[in-house]
């Protein structure tokens, strides 16, 4: 993983929006440093993982078939298959509402985790802005969840704990766990690869032979147990934010 330099497809959307982007960012008042070259490599890797899962929802929808299912309707079943699961364990009645927000967060953090074991990419969830921009995802997600099926007030009860005679406690304290449940969000994950990448990059410039393979599985490992995580973590938060009281 370098993070130096600017890689080719970075460049390349650099010369076809560089100029608007710079134009968009200098009007919000947020000037580039270098105009000609307004987007980094973590922007432009983050946006290709986007044009992945675009081209293939594309690809996929054209492939539909009941009686004759390709290989990747197979693969795709089997991820909406494990959402599913996943959310009726952890959320109960109601969950299927949540499979596409859950499993977009997953299949987009394992293919960001994932890029960076592809020659001139890097991992754009490396990179804090990234794994921040998920994060926050997530948190707008299930706290807009949480006041659609409470509504504002109800939701804001629900925060105060089941007592009322100990809301003022308990609200402050709810608070600062959804904020800290944000840091932790973005953190694991933006740490996980971050170290990955160094100690990956390190080993294999000391031992070339045999280790980068190694360190490649590591990488694979951890990419996969992140997304899972990233799916889990959500998942979680958005059962707290839309139980009832009993």
């Not at 000037?31 to 922007?43: D, E, K, M, Q, S």
Request: hydrophobic content about 50%; some cysteine; proline content about 7%.
């Amino acid at each position: 993983m370098n993070m130096g330099h600017e890689l080719w497809f970075t460049a390349l959307l650099n010369k076809i929006l560089g100029v608007p982007v710079s134009a968009f960012l200098t009007r919000l008042g947020l000037p580039p440093t270098n105009t000609a070259h307004p987007i980094p490599n973590y922007i432009a890797m983050e946006i290709l993982v986007g044009l992945v899962i675009l081209a293939g929802a594309v690809f996929l929808r054209r492939q539909l078939s009941v009686e004759h299912p390709g290989n990747f309707q197979h693969s795709m079943e089997v991820v909406i298959e494990f959402t599913r699961d996943l959310n009726n364990d952890l959320i109960g009645h109601g969950s299927e509402r949540y499979i596409a927000i859950v499993g977009t967060l997953g299949v987009f953090v394992l293919l960001g985790n994932l890029l960076g074991l592809v020659p001139t990419f890097e991992t754009p969830t490396a990179s804090v802005p990234v794994t921040l921009g998920c994060a926050v995802v997530a948190f707008v997600y299930y706290n807009f969840q949480g006041v659609r099926k409470h509504g504002p007030f109800g939701y804001l009860k629900h925060l105060c704990g089941p007592m009322i005679f100990i809301a003022p406690l308990m609200l402050p304290i709810e608070i600062f766990s959804n904020f800290f449940r944000l840091l932790s969000l973005t953190a694991r994950l933006w740490a996980n690869m971050l170290v990955g990448g160094i100690l990956e990059g390190i080993f294999t410039g000391l031992v070339p032979i045999f280790v980068p393979a190694l360190f490649m599985g590591l990488h694979v490992f951890v990419s996969f147990m992140q997304a899972y995580v990233f799916m889990l973590l959500p998942a979680v938060y958005i059962s707290f934010a839309v139980s009832e009281e009993h």
